[in-house]
């Protein structure tokens, strides 16, 4: 359980050209079933495409009735940037997201300059990145405000997913 799915995450990377070094897989078996860690370790490789591939090898039992999962057996995926990765894609964004936070005033929101993303506050001062769209504004992620870098990975991030 996990390393063959481990395994072939791995191959099917490769076949798309990604090697270990632009990303990582590893498996972690326990009692109960398997967890593989799949870490997207070169900012420039889409996490969307790594994700599509590595779920494919998710196996997650449920109750039929409940939907409750069951125990034992279970092969649970995970996906993620590297914290490296994080900052690199983060550091394009983040003196812009700097700016737009700095102009928030109350609860008008504040565009990121080049995107389609906003910045705003919520009633203690925490960022919340909205992203415009056809159907509207749409709230995405709060986070302290002493961490901007981490509001410029998910406006990176949004911009990579909605433009």
């Known amino acids: 359980m996990g390393a063959a799915e481990a395994k072939t995450i791995r191959e099917t990377l490769k076949a798309k050209g990604l090697s270990n070094r632009k990303v990582s897989v590893r498996a972690d078996s326990y009692s109960m079933g398997s967890s593989v860690y799949v870490t997207v370790k070169d900012p420039s490789v889409d ?4 994700e599509e591939i590595a779920n494919r090898e998710e196996s997650i039992r449920r109750c039929e009735f409940s939907g409750e999962i069951l125990s034992g057996g279970n092969t649970y995926v995970h996906v993620r940037y590297s914290r490296e990765a994080e ?3 983060a550091a394009e964004y983040t003196e812009r997201v700097k700016a737009a936070y700095d102009k928030v005033d109350g609860s008008i929101l504040e565009p990121v300059e080049g995107t389609k993303a906003m910045i705003g506050k919520d009633g203690v001062g925490n960022a919340t990145v909205w992203h415009e769209s ?3 504004c749409m709230g995405v992620v709060w986070t302290n405000p002493e961490d901007l870098s981490a509001v410029a990975f998910k406006v990176a991030l949004l ?3 909605l433009g």
């Open 47 to 50: 996490l969307a495409m790594v």
């Open 134 to 136: 056809e159907a509207g």
């Open 159 to 161: 911009v990579r997913e």
């Open 87 to 89: 900052a690199a894609i």
